[in-house]
């Protein structure tokens, strides 16, 4: 069953940012974009899922 995750839309001057630091660090900006978000949260820790903060639907519905 393939799986859809959430891929969030970036401003674009965070994009020419992480593109600029990148290359700076001759690294790829998704690497860089993950190890920034990561250290950001606290990644010495193992990252935690949070609840859904959608109220659940009925029994057998999927909340879309």
């Known amino acids: 069953m393939p799986r859809t995750l959430y891929s969030p839309?970036?401003?674009d001057d965070?994009?020419?940012a992480l593109y600029r630091?990148?290359?700076r660090r001759r690294m790829p900006m998704?690497?860089?974009a993950d190890l920034l978000?990561?250290?950001a949260l606290g990644s010495d820790t193992a990252l935690t899922v949070l609840p859904d903060p959608r109220?659940?639907?009925p029994p057998g519905r999927a909340v879309a």
Do not use: I, K, M
């Open 37 to 39: 978000l990561r250290e």
């Open 55 to 57: 109220p659940a639907g």
């Open 30 to 32: 998704t690497r860089l």
């Open 14 to 16: 965070v994009v020419r």
């Open 21 to 23: 630091e990148g290359q």
């Open 9 to 11: 839309r970036l401003s």
